[in-house]
Structures are given as C-alpha cells and as structure tokens.
C-alpha cells in the first residue's frame, strides 16, 4: 500500500541524508520526497511517499522516529488528508497541437506560465494521479521535458503537526 | 592553569579536553595527526585525562569499547582526519552493532578547505553515518560544548551506541567562553523509560498462565544493567532461563535454573525449550538471525512478550504477542512488584513436568567432548581456565571457534564480565577490548580468549601493552586454521578448505617475547592447567600462552541455516537425544 509520512525534522545539516541513508540501508521503497523548511526556520517537513506491506511501514515509521534528528512524524494515509503535488512540463505547440494543448491545459485547471512559438510551458498541481492523467492525455503532443515536486501533504481539521 | 573562571577564552582545543574533565572522563585512546595536533597539545597541557596511545586506529576503538562494555561508561576516543577516521570505522560498526556507548572524536580539515579534496580530507560523518546512532560535525567553536554534551547524553541514554564527532582544526584554534552545560534536553531525542502498566499487566498474566515457559534475553539486560532484576524475577518464578551470546553474564551461570546459551550454538535444551514453549519472555533481546534459524520454524508453540527500549526491535523479525518498550530493569521490577501483589504463583504441577523435560534434554550432555584425546582440546583449555580463575575474571573474545567454546564452557556469574564481537563478529577485537578493560579494573584478571587468525587483525597492540604495562592474559587456541571458516567448509562445501588454512604463522612464544612479554608454548593436554596458573600468577606481566590445539575440533551443537532450533548437528560425542515427546 501507498503511503504518505510527513516528518518534522530538525533543520540541520545531514539530517535528509539520514532519512535517504535509512531508506537505502534498510532497503525501504522511496517513491518521492520533498523537504523545506517550515515558518520556524529551525524545523524542516519533510513529505515522504513510500510503500510496503503493514510490517514494513511500522518498521519504517519506528524507525524514522529513531533517528535523532526526527522531532515528529505522521502516516497522513491512517487519516484524511490532503495532497498535492505540482508539476512543470513543457511540451511541443505548433500547428493543431497549440490548440489541443491549450484546451487540455482548460480541462485540467493548469495554467500556461511560458510561450515560444513552439512551445507551452505549463504548471499543473493535484494529485499524483491527477498529473499522471495529463501525462498520459499531453504525450502525444510530444513532451519536451517535465519536473515533478513530489507529493507534499496535511492532514484534514483542527489537528497539526507541530513541535 | 586554572580554568574554572566561567570569563575566560579558551581555544577550541583546550575547551574540548575541559569539557572532558567535566564530563568525568578518565581515559581517552587515540592517535594523533594533522588534523587533531590543536588537541593534542591541550591534552599535553593536563593530566586530568588520561591519554592512552593505541597503535592503530581500531584498536584505539575496540580498547574504548571493551572500557565501555565492563564498566557501563562511555568509552572515548580520539582520532585524526582522514586515514585515522577511516581506520576506526570498523571499531564504530563493531559497538554500533552490539549498542555500546561510545564517543569518537575525530579531527577534520579545516571549515574553508572541507570539499576541496583537502590532504587528509575524508567526508568523515558521510562515512560514519550508518554505523553511528548520530553525529556532529563542529563548524563553530561556539557550539564545541554543547554538541559534546550532547555526544554524551544521546551515547549513554535509550539504546546506547556510538555517536560521532568530526572537528575541523580551525574550530580547535579558534577562542570562546568555557561553559559546560549540566545537562541536555532535546525535543528531537526522549528515550522511553518506564513500561506501559497495562502491558505489563498483561505480560503478568500471561507469564502465570504458562505451562512451558522459557525466559530468553539478551544484551539489553547487560547494557541496561538490569541482571539483579533478572535473577530475581527468574528465581520468583522458578523458569528455565536462557541468554544470548552477548547477555551471558546477566543470569549466573552456575544457577540451576541456568539452561545455557542458545541460538546457533547454543546448547541442546535451551534451543529445544525454545521450540517446545507456550510462552515466551523476551528481554533486552532482539531475535537475530543467529538466535531464530529458520524464521519459519521458531518458537511454533508460544505466545511471545518483548521487552525492549528500542520500539523498532519489537516485532522486526518475529510478531509478538505483548510489546512493551521500556527500560530493562524498571519493567522487570514492576512484573516482580505485579506478581508479588497477584499473590498467584505459577502452575506447580506443570512447570514440573517441564522441568522433568527439561533434564531430559540436559542429560544428553551436548556439550560433551573427547576427554581421552592426545591432543589439547580447546574446550579443555576454556574449563581449566574457568577453573584456575574460579570463574570470576574478565573474558574478552575475538571471533570464531574459539569464541563460541568460551561462551560455552566459561561460566558468567556476573554481567559485564564475558566482552565480545556479537552484532558484528568482528576479528582483531579481542586483545584490545581487553587492554580498555585491565584500564577500567587494573587490579582485576583480564584474558582474552582468541584464535591464530584472529590475534595477528590486531596484533600491534601488544606494543600498546607494554607501554602501559597491561597484565593482559593472552590464551590463543591454535588450531592452524580458520576454524569456524574450516568448520563451514567441512560441513557445507564437501571439505574444500578455501584459503582457511593459516600457512606461515608467526612463532607466538617469541613474538610476544620480542614485544618485551612472556610467551608460553603448551602443546600437551597434561601442561595446561600448570600453564594457565603460572601464567595467572605472573600478576605484573602479560604473557602470550599459545596452545596447540586440535585442528579439527568442531564447535556443537550446531543449527545449520534454514533449520529450527529442533534441527541440531550434534556432538559424536553426545549422548543420545531423548524420543522427540508428545506436546499436551
Ligand atoms: C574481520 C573479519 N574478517 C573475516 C571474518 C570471518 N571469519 C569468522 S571466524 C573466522 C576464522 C577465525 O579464525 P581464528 O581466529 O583462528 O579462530 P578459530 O575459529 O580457529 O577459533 C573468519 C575468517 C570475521 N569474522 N572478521
């Protein structure tokens, strides 16, 4: 199953390496993973996709919790929550393939943030899912090159990860 | 030099080495280079701290280790950049895998050059990051005491292990106020202590019910100096009681209640009342693949309770029935205080049955062996040493055979005594773990029970024990061959003797001599007792006793991979093994 722990972690030097070096050590799965610091610049949240069977996920979350550098950590998929993810792509727009990559850039709220005469460049944010549907609709326009952020999450009502 | 005034500016280097004495360090070993020459001269400068110069960088971590292990204290070192880092990464991995506390301190370039390749330049925390339970490096002088102060507090507290520091040579040059904190809070780090009442309450429960109960535990018993507790909760109930390789020690040996080690060569009856158990109580133990076997195999018959500080320990590599995450001794006291207060007391009846079973497997005698042969047994040895010590000196350990029969044949009363490579097997610990050990008990009876290929990883230390007279007791099982390697080779690849062979050996006897010790060559089984207590007596002097044992010796019992803990080799020196019993 797919998961999504977020991390708050101490904003220090190596403390993503330890994160990344566990997963590698440890043989853990790592499907993306996004960090910056939060609005107390002395923490950092860390977003990370992972998967694996119940087992592996407990030994994951306790072993994250490990770490020294780890203050706090939640599995945002044991509860509701929210996600998204944003995603730059640029992709070939010349002759009927501009207008066909306008009208799909409508269909899927994104906004074109730069024009060449052959080229869209488009940012498009929601759900994993969401970006892989314009993928897969987009692609045989001819994508260019595309970046992903990975997922970044919170969970839903009053309650929030803090220190 | 009075440095007590809270105003004065102290370099980097000379605030390290009080920060030291503040911390109540007694010895630091280590080895100097480039980059650690600021403190070298700061410990120059004071004799509060004691210096102890190792001939290489591992043993220098070895030696702190095997300080650690028998006192319960952080061992300290000291090391230079690049190369002098590099060469402690293995006595770093070695306490990291068996959770000793250890604080390493290692020199760096300084701040400008760190990235340019710099000579001695090596990325010493990316290095020592998975074999560390954290690390620092120091880019501030403003920060040296407080990043000390925590290398101490997170070694020593929770599950201890090795923590790092990398100290780049400008931050020990430059100037700042002395302040040692007296303690540490840190909102990232808050090792549980206590066990959850309602777990142990149901562990309680649990514990009463059983029919076949086994008591297994390990290290964390040890570490978590907790072995009192464990006696009197395994004498409340009258339990068989077992221990891994690295908690002998922590249940006295001698007690009848004592079924010996087990695991791969653990004895008979404890692995068999492993397999045939309904309730199991694990404590300060983590289920190892060298304790299990075969995962699919172990403990069919039994509900199971861990005990652990780690929560990551429990359930890892075997589900478990009543997790309780808490410090070894505390949970254990509070089951005592629980079961007194039940008033209940196990079931009389079969935990006599239990134990009829229970000698029935001790009758097979698996620890047997030939006492007629001509040739120096290495069993042998380890009883008459037991013996000529009465059982009370420290044992250190290198890693292989001969590791395996002093687990076997000595017999620990007392926790911190018995000092090995469990997590990491590593070779070339011994003799330097038991250096740190003659420094925490000077007084004190120090061997170090190790193999021909095992010593020669570390040998240069002798050189270290003679500079500061160490009386260490040297007693090296000659077998002429990577025994345990052999052992492998002999059972699982048809006798094809890859490379185990050690061709060229070194004269033991003369070698130690040229090191300025006394060498001993015991080849006959009728010299050995005389040996070992002329050696004893020599109280001021280490002496090297190189016994030619038998080559072919194999250490038994013995779970192959991919068996149960039902499914041993044995001794053809054992005595038959009873009808497998019908289970209620
Ligand atoms: C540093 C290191 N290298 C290799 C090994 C693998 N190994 C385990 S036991 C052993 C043989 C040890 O031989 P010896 O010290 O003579 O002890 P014996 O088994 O003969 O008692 C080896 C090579 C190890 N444990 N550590």
């Known amino acids: 199953m797919r998961h999504i722990i977020s991390i708050l972690l101490e904003n220090e030097a190596g403390a993503l390496s330890r994160v990344a070096n566990l997963f590698s050590a ?36 306790k072993q994250l919790h490990k770490l020294v550098d780890v203050v706090k950590l939640t599995d945002l998929t044991e509860g509701q929550h929210i996600e998204r993810e944003m995603m730059l792509i640029k992709v070939r727009a010349v002759g009927a393939a501009r207008e066909e990559a306008k009208r799909l850039v409508d269909i899927f709220r994104g906004r074109i943030i730069d024009v060449t005469d052959t080229t869209y460049a488009i940012e498009l944010t929601g759900t994993g899912d969401k970006l892989d549907a ?29 220190a | 030099m009075e440095l007590s005034q809270v105003n004065v500016e102290l370099t980097g280097a000379d605030l390290f080495v009080r920060c030291l004495q503040d911390e109540g360090v007694e010895y630091v070993f280590g080895y100097p280079g480039g980059a650690a020459l600021h403190i070298y001269d700061a410990v120059f400068k004071q004799d509060k701290v004691k210096h102890i110069l190792v001939r290489h960088e591992q043993g220098a971590a070895h030696a702190a280790d095997g300080y650690a292990r028998a006192t319960g204290r952080p061992g300290v070192v000291l090391v230079t950049s ?16 068996d959770s000793i506390p250890l604080v390493v301190f290692s020199g760096q370039v300084p701040t400008h050059l760190i990235g340019d390749d710099a000579f001695q330049e090596v990325d010493a925390v990316g290095l020592t990051r998975p074999c560390v339970k954290h690390n620092f490096l120091v880019r501030d002088v403003k920060d040296l005491a407080l990043t000390i102060k925590k290398a101490f507090y997170i070694a020593t507290t929770g599950r201890p292990g090795p923590v790092h520091v990398d100290i780049p040579k ?20 808050n090792p549980v202590i206590k066990g959850h009442p309602g777990q142990i309450k ?51 040996g001698t007690d009848p ?9 653990g004895t008979y009856e404890a692995n068999m009342a492993m397999h045939e158990c309904d309730v199991l109580v694990a404590i300060g133990a983590r289920f190892d693949d060298r304790i299990t076997g ?34 070894a001794a505390n949970v254990m006291k509070d089951m005592i205080a629980a079961i007194r207060a039940s008033g209940r007391k196990p079931d009389q009846e079969a935990l006599k049955a239990w134990w009829k079973q229970l000698q029935a497997w001790r009758a097979v005698d698996c620890l047997n062996y030939d006492r ?55 070779m070339g610990f011994g003799m330097p773990a038991a250096m740190g050990v003659q420094f925490a008990y000077p007084d004190a009876t120090v061997t170090c029970v190790t193999g021909e290929a095992s010593i020669l990883m570390c040998i240069q230390e002798l050189s270290t024990c003679k500079q500061y007279d160490l009386p260490i007791k040297i007693i090296n099982l000659n077998n002429r061959y990577m025994g345990m390697v052999r052992q492998w080779q002999e059972f699982f690849y048809d006798r094809r003797y890859s490379h185990s062979y050690m061709d060229a050996l070194p004269d033991f006897k003369k070698m130690a001599e040229s090191y300025g010790h006394v060498g001993m060559f015991i080849d006959k089984p009728g010299d050995v007792e005389g040996a070992l207590k002329e050696a004893l007596k020599m109280k001021d002097r280490l002496v090297f006793m190189d016994f030619i044992t038998d080559q072919k010796e194999n250490v038994y019992p013995m779970i192959a991979a991919g068996s149960g803990h039902h499914e041993m080799h044995l001794s053809p020196s054992t005595g038959e093994a009873p009808a497998k019993r019908e289970l209620a």
């Open chain 2, 82 to 97: 690049g190369p002098g880092i590099t060469n402690t990464i293995t006595g770093i991995a070695t306490a990291y895998m």
């Open chain 2, 202 to 252: 149901k562990a309680v429960e649990l514990i009463l019910s059983a029919k076949r109960p086994m008591i297994y535990t390990g290290g964390g018993v040890v570490l978590g100096e907790a072995a009192e507790a464990l006696t009197e909760l395994v004498r409340l109930l009258g339990y068989p009681c077992t221990n891994t390789l690295m908690g002998l020690g922590a249940f006295p």
């Open chain 1, 26 to 61: 440890r043989g853990y799965n790592i499907d993306s993973l996004t960090v910056a610091p939060t609005e107390d610049e002395t923490l950092s949240r860390m977003t990370l996709v992972t998967r694996g069977s119940e087992d592996i996920i407990e030994q994951i979350t």
């Open chain 2, 294 to 327: 075969d995962l699919n195999k172990f403990c069919p018959y039994a509900r199971i309770i861990h005990v652990d500080i780690d929560p990551a320990s429990i359930s890892k590599n075997v589900p478990v029935d009543v997790p309780i995450v808490g410090n």
């Open chain 2, 257 to 265: 209640l004592f079924v010996g080690m087990l695991g791969m060569h």
């Open chain 2, 170 to 189: 400008d931050v020990t040059a430059q100037k700042t106020r002395y302040y040692y904190p007296e303690s540490v809070n840190m909102r990232s780090y």
């Open chain 2, 372 to 426: 007629k042969s001509e040739l120096i047994k290495p069993q042998f040895v380890i009883e008459k040493l037991y013996e000529v010590t009465g059982g009370d000196a420290f044992v250190t350990s290198d890693v292989g055979q001969h590791q395996m029969w002093a687990a076997q044949f000595y017999k620990f009363n007392k926790p911190r005594r018995w000092i090995n490579s469990g997590g990491l097997g590593t």
């Open chain 1, 134 to 162: 314009f993928i897969e609709a987009i692609r045989g326009l001819g994508i260019i090159e595309l970046a992903r952020t990975g997922a970044s999450g919170i969970g839903r009502g009053e309650k929030g990860l803090r």
